[in-house]
């Protein structure tokens, strides 16, 4: 079966070291299936099965397609798509080659993400870049009572080791010696429905424990909510009640994905 090499410039953005690193990654792909779904179904999902060696897309629009191999989060931050592109539903599966496999489940989860840019370049002459739209944002930016995040001493800051880390589960963040872009890639997983951007003037790294009480019905409610009697501390609280930080409404320009040129594929 003939073999495609997938050979692309991708952007990283490590947990263990927020550095951003380009690197030349090849993957090879057994088999790519494409073909519209007319099922009439409302859901549809993405996904790469962990340790797997395939990228599935089920009953998806275009637009939400092309947002998942682009690691775009905000669908409003794709411009120029055609109506098709909103409307019609598809099915992807790609095979992973075997000699690929160990590299492909190596990669960073958001690297693997764009390995669907190529399938969509091939399949749909899909032209692209990178550039710059306004869009409603959440600016982080010190409280009034300034920050309460520990900055780690130079001296370890400088050491190779160990380094920083960062984890996050559901209604928590944990950081050691992170610079404020980790935090900032953090807050961008939590469902907030905008794109998060730093404004705090913090340049060093810091240890910081975020601990909030996750709801999914208020998800921008800006103070503590109360649910079945029990009080519950929003994100946009803890932030400032435990890292003296704040999110504050706003515009400003944002990283976008241009499409020039997207054509409907045929099916196979």
Known sequence: MLKRLLTSTLLLMPIMGLAQLTAQTAIHLDAVSMKEN???????????PPNGNRI????SPMFRIIGFAFNKQRNDLIEGLPEWAEDLRWDIEATIAEESVTTFRQMPFEEQKTVLQQILKERCGLVAHNGKKEAP??????????PKIKEISPARADAKSPGWNLTQSTGKIEGRGI?????????????????????????GQYDISLTWTSDNTLPNAQDGSEKDGVSRASIFTALQDELGLRLEAMKADVDAVIITHITRPSTN
């Open 38 to 48: 007319r099922s009439g179904n409302e859901q549809g999902y993405l996904s790469i």
């Open 56 to 59: 599935v897309v089920t009953n």
């Open 137 to 146: 944002v959440y600016a982080l930016v010190l409280s009034k009572s300034g």
């Open 179 to 203: 610079p404020m872009d980790a935090l900032i890639y953090a807050l961008s997983k939590v469902g907030l429905e905008r794109q998060i951007i730093d404004r705090t003037g913090l340049v």
